[in-house]
């Protein structure tokens, strides 16, 4: 299983900003374009099994290189993680359903994930890339291919097009009659100048890794408190991703990322979602076993009701699986 992978080492990274000192998130340096480091090849079976019917709501595939060419304005060179591996992964925690995230590396080149995708309609869902000119017609043969929002990347943004939330404005309006997203990538603490635009946004905006916050700065920082009241106000949804990103820890348990699950399922349990986010990109601590990361689910929601909230029903809501 998973034998596809070849191991590589990862190159250095350079830490990126953010207004606070010691800042641990990190993103590979424009110019080198790093190789990633593969997913563990063995990942194991979760200790508590997932709900039936749980969807992994961010994952990725890569390859072949051949067919689907990285984009040259891509911030790191991922190893080629085939369908195939994916739906293995899916097997061995008990995933059901999926929901592709254009990575970065693939710029607005959605072939990869929708040539899978739409082969997959009944289980499968993308969030695709696009520039802020893309097409109605474009859009719906999107949809046709069961994508279901757009993603934009401020964060890692290789060869993303929108640099800022300016020009988002006019295609998001063009989404609300899909019934699509915008998924954004940003760190929770730097959102302040973000907010007024957001809000005027005339569709649900999703984020990932927890709000992307470093966990030492804890769930009480201010501004991860105005995130977790911008996240009650409804129209915003986080997803539990890559503890990883924002851990202190080397290794699982990521422990002090519990706290921030917590806050975000007490604020809004119907606005939660779960995702693996293999094979895990640029993972900024040494690659963890899969059923490691499962294993911090009952962790961050104890009660077997919620978790079915959080794993099944909320993505089944925003990514329209049944229709």
């Given amino acids: 299983m998973f034998g596809y992978f070849a191991t590589q080492k990862a190159e ?10 010691g800042n641990p998130l990190r993103e590979p340096m424009a110019d080198a374009q790093p190789t990633c ?25 890569f390859g072949p290189v051949a067919s689907y060419p990285w984009s040259p304005a891509r911030g790191y060179t991922p190893p080629e993680a085939p369908p195939l591996a994916y739906e293995r992964l899916h097997a061995t925690l008990g995933i059901m359903r999926g929901v592709l995230t254009q990575p970065s590396v693939y710029g607005t080149d959605n072939r990869c994930m929708l040539d899978y995708v739409k082969a997959n309609l009944a ?11 893309v097409t109605d017609k474009e859009l719906e043969a999107f949809h046709a ?11 890692d943004k290789g060869g993303n097009p929108f640099g800022s939330l300016s020009g988002l404005h006019r295609v998001a309006e063009r989404l609300k009659p899909l019934g699509w997203h915008v998924e954004l990538l940003v760190h929770a603490h730097e959102m302040d100048g973000l907010m007024p635009d957001l809000r005027r946004l005339p569709v649900d905006v999703s984020i990932g890794h927890f709000g992307y916050m470093p966990a030492m700065l804890g769930v009480d920082h ?12 409804g129209r915003c949804w ?66 077997p009701a919620l978790r079915r909230t959080v794993l099944v029903d909320n993505p089944a809501t925003l990514y329209g699986f049944g229709r």
């Fill in 37 to 61: 480091a593969p997913a563990d090849p063995h990942p194991h079976s979760p200790r508590i099994p997932l709900p039936p019917g749980t969807c992994d709501t961010h994952g990725h595939i």
């Fill in 145 to 155: 291919s069961g994508a279901r929002g757009i993603r934009v990347n401020l964060v």
């Fill in 123 to 133: 289980r499968m869902r993308a969030v695709v890339s696009v520039e802020p000119g």
């Fill in 238 to 303: 986080v997803k539990l991703t890559a503890p990883y990103r924002i851990t202190a820890r080397q290794r699982t348990p990521y422990d002090d990322v519990t706290p921030f699950a917590h806050a975000l399922i007490q604020r809004r349990p119907d606005r939660i979602l779960w995702g693996t986010d293999w094979p895990h990109p640029i993972a900024p601590v040494p690659m963890p076993n899969d059923g490691d990361l499962a294993d911090h689910v009952p962790d961050w929601i104890p009660d």
């Fill in 12 to 21: 250095p990274f350079e830490v990126f900003g953010g207004d606070e000192p």
């Fill in 222 to 233: 201010p501004k991860y408190r105005a995130f977790l009241d911008y996240l009650a106000e």
